[in-house]
């Protein structure tokens, strides 16, 4: 099952680090994983650009036609 995983540098909740490990652990696992890490906190705004960008990309790559 394909992953995207997006995280705020900023995010004073949950540590960076705690995306950066989880992507490790599923790629060892073999799940195929796309990750973003970027600016801003714990709630990324959706309608940012860069966001859309990489959310459309990965849903045009793994959804069906």
Do not use: C, K, Y
């Amino acid at each position: 099952m394909p992953v995207l995983l997006a995280h705020g540098r900023a995010d004073a909740a949950v540590p960076v680090g705690q995306a950066v490990a989880l992507t490790s652990a599923l790629l060892r696992a073999g799940h195929p994983v796309h990750s973003l890490v970027t600016d801003g906190g714990h709630a990324l705004p959706l309608h940012r650009p860069d966001i859309r960008a990489v959310v459309a990309a990965f849903l045009d790559a793994n959804l069906p036609g």
